[in-house]
């Protein structure tokens, strides 16, 4: 494609050609361009979900661009057209006949799907006689509504007419978690409006609306039509019918319309106004929202499977986004059964959210995880789960506690923002005090509760728990250097220090050259093991062999007998479920070198499938992108740097596997086909240590130390964000020497380059060799040049 100019673009919007670059299928997202190319599923995932996202409305279906029921959370109905905390259409559909010709089409089986980043294409070949048609998609930013564009291509030498009935199935409905909170669904109102030219719908007795229609005018109207295909709820249908005229070789696109609000219908026909009146420019705002993304920590590396799958990290983590009313700007979960706050995801996604370029996410999310978590519980408790309308199903597991002053530390480290660091320090405080005076019973340092894996009935003492919580002393300590308080500082320090040092042998089993999942009692293993052999003999093993599974009842059976014949006041670690958080002492970088290599050789010999680490070695078949992600950054933090990208590799493996321009959340092809956390494992592995890029900006100074993988030579990432700077770094390696060039907005920030590996070669700086070498350089300015000569 030819390059345009923003201006251009612009032009084009105005004067109604919008939809001349969605035709474009090339696989990449190119950096000279102005417009996305789009990612195409070549037909092969028609009964898979996709996701037209924006940060007030987003929309589900099938890549065949039919609308099915589908989803668990809200049995039947996470898919459809939402607003959130409502749903407002189960799907639209489209009949098409060419006038006086008796022949009816239902546009509802694409035979190919492209996913862009700003919305999708369905296209449909045929569908009538010389007519193609395509229909394109979008949510606008801060808009609590959808665009559809519908695009017929006249193939004929003669002029058709064509008669479009735009058919729609109302489900004007509440999110997850609104029953338990007295929220009940009733029966949907359809009703014209005639001066609008629209459909207006509403919730007999809750305050949930919607409004839809189209540019063009409308012939007819009915109500309560049979050919909607039959979806759950209370909604109703309604069908608008509207006449087009193609002439040969003409394409003519018309644009459809919907709204909703949960505040009043007025509300939804302003929104409804504003789509109508602007979806040209509301589209363009769309593309240069997205290209701004993509232009900021922008990669270029030897991988390009891997840089390919990182550059729509970043837009994947963008379609997770919700700015809602009363509540703020954060990054969901997942989509499409999680798109509200967790705390656990948004402790590992916020780190990766800074190291591929938005700082500024971070913040918002963990201030409304720190505000809710304020508001719920009060007493430092981080909260586990809050649904987008405002209500928490869980005020949160042990862990998220400890996690989130982690990432909150990381903010810190990135930015430089002081006012942050103070808004969320006392809270942190007291999840440290929750942490040791409600959640340690024995006072043993070991807080007890749930983790991560959420095993049920497990509410021993964990080993992420515990890791997590040693970390948040460690990071607690230097928030208390930086806010002046020495004797909070000192304490934390110590305990931060016995705790590890308590880590490293009550958890470690040497028989096992492996961390334990949990320290606890005999009968608590006991009781552990039964559970084990209980999900072996009932739990899903499709994905196992016989063989294995016979293999591993045997094994758990007679651990169980082992255990039975222990004294019955036994209290050790216990290497039980064998699940992936097992690694979360070498992830944190607190376990020793000997028993770090251990662990990460007995995990890639013993414990990972085809995509990473299993997340429970019982059953030996699920893997998720933060198991892997997790134990890539495990093998970064002791400088295996290839076996690091072994894992990392993995993720960018499934990339595109079930939606275009996505990665599953379970690999490698199902569950959530957009996962927030998975950024973890795609960006902080390559930035902190591929790159090397460890920042202390409220000091204004970054340590740059990269890890290069066998056969990288030339590499580079630029535009990345630090504090109030933005840093390039470039990386040029040969058989003689390697050179680092640095450059960065501003002039006033440090940038050190630890070079004791390099002693007695000859290092040059900016051209000039260095006399007398010491351990690290440090350079300023806004560009600098290393050069180190082998």
Not at 9 to 20: F, R
Not at 28 to 38: D, Q
Not at 758 to 765: A, Q
């Amino acid at each position: 494609m030819e390059k345009l100019s923003l201006n251009m673009i612009k032009i084009l919007l105005m004067t109604g050609y919008i939809l001349s670059f969605i035709s474009c299928r090339n696989a990449n997202i190119k950096h000279e361009s102005e417009i996305f190319n789009g990612l195409s599923n070549n037909g092969k995932f028609p009964s898979k979900p996709y996701l037209t996202a924006g940060d007030k409305s987003y929309i589900v279906g099938w890549q065949d661009g039919s609308f099915p029921d589908l989803g668990g959370h809200v049995e039947g109905e996470m898919g459809g057209f939402w607003t959130p905390p409502v749903k407002i259409l189960d799907g639209v559909w489209l009949e098409i006949n060419e006038t006086g010709k008796g022949q009816t089409v239902l546009l509802n089986k694409a035979s190919e799907f492209i996913n862009y980043p700003q919305g999708n294409k369905f296209i449909y070949p045929q569908i009538l006689s010389g007519i193609d048609a395509e229909r394109f998609q979008f949510c606008p930013q801060n808009k609590s509504g959808m665009v559809i564009y519908y695009s017929f291509k006249n193939n004929l030498d003669r002029e058709r007419e064509l008669e479009l009935n735009f058919m729609v199935k109302t489900d004007l409905s509440p999110v997850w978690f609104s029953k338990e909170n007295s929220i009940i669904d009733a029966k949907d109102s359809v009703q014209w409006d005639k001066e609008n030219s629209a459909f207006c719908a509403y919730d007999i007795k809750n305050p949930w609306f919607t409004v839809w229609g189209s540019t063009l005018p409308a012939a007819s109207h009915s109500e309560d039509i049979e050919t909607v295909p039959a979806t759950k709820g209370q909604g109703r249908s309604a069908k608008s019918r509207y006449i087009i005229k193609i002439k040969p070789g003409e394409t003519v696109t018309s644009a459809f319309l919907v709204s909703g609000s949960n505040v009043s219908m007025d509300a939804a026909l302003d929104v409804y106004k504003d789509l109508k009146q602007n979806h040209k420019l509301l589209l363009n705002d769309k593309i240069l929202h997205y290209k701004q993304i993509d232009n900021r920590s922008i990669v270029e590396i030897p991988d390009k499977k891997l840089q390919d799958a990182y550059t729509w990290g970043k837009i994947n983590s963008e379609w997770l986004v919700s700015d809602l009313s009363g509540l703020g700007r954060f990054m969901g979960a997942g989509a499409i059964e999680y798109p509200w706050l967790f705390g656990c995801d948004n402790s590992y996604a916020s780190q990766g959210l800074l190291c591929s370029g938005d700082p500024e996410l971070a913040k918002s999310t963990l201030r409304l995880i720190r505000e809710v978590s304020v508001k719920v519980n009060g007493n430092g408790r981080i909260i586990h789960e809050m649904s987008s309308n405002g209500f928490v199903g869980n005020k949160g597991n042990t862990q998220e506690t400890p996690h989130f002053a982690i990432a909150v530390w990381k903010v810190f480290q990135w930015t430089g923002d002081i006012e942050f660091l103070k808004e969320m320090y006392p809270y942190i405080k007291l999840g440290i005090n929750w942490l040791f005076t409600d959640m340690d019973s024995n006072h043993n340092l070991f807080p007890e509760g749930y983790g991560i894996m959420e095993v049920r009935g497990l509410n021993a003492e964990l080993i992420d728990v515990a890791v997590y919580t040693q970390q948040a002393l460690e990071v607690a300590s230097k928030m208390a250097k930086v806010l002046n308080e020495p004797d909070l500082q000192d304490e934390y320090s110590k305990k931060a220090e016995s705790l590890k040092d308590k880590i490293n042998t009550h958890f470690w089993d040497e028989e096992e050259s492996s961390y334990c999942d949990f320290y606890g009692t005999r009968d608590q293993a006991i009781h552990v093991v039964k559970g084990a052999i209980e999900q072996l003999n009932l739990g899903g093993t499709d994905k196992i062999s016989a063989e294995k599974l016979s293999g591993k009842q045997i094994f758990y059976s007679q651990l169980l007998e082992k255990y039975s014949k222990l004294p019955k006041d036994t209290s050790k670690g216990w290497f039980t479920n064998k699940n992936w958080v097992i690694s979360t002492p070498v992830e944190t970088g607190i376990a020793p070198r000997d028993k770090a290599i251990k662990l990460l050789d007995k995990v890639r010999k013993e414990d990972c499938g085809s995509f990473g680490p299993y997340l429970s070695a019982v059953e030996g078949k699920y893997m998720m992108t933060i198991a892997t992600g997790v134990q890539a950054e495990s093998e970064a933090k002791y400088g295996r740097t290839d076996e690091a990208l072994w894992y990392v590799d993995k993720i960018a493996e499934t990339f595109g596997m079930a939606l275009p321009g996505s990665i599953s959340e379970m690999m490698p092809d199902y569950g959530c086909p957009v996962q927030g956390w998975t950024i973890y494992g795609l960006a902080v592995p390559l930035v902190t240590h591929i790159f090397g890029i460890q920042p202390d900006a409220f000091g204004k100074s970054v340590l740059i130390e990269p890890h290069l993988p066998m056969n990288w030579e030339n590499l580079s990432i630029s535009s990345l964000p630090v504090g109030d700077n933005n840093i390039s770094l470039s990386i040029l390696k040969s058989k003689d020497k390697i050179e680092y060039e640095i450059s960065a907005e501003k002039n006033d920030w440090s940038y050190i380059f630890p070079v004791k590996e390099f002693s007695g070669k000859e290092i040059f700086v900016n051209g000039e060799k260095v006399k007398n070498q010491s351990d690290s350089l440090v350079v300023k300015g806004n560009k600098n040049k290393i050069r180190i000569m082998f």
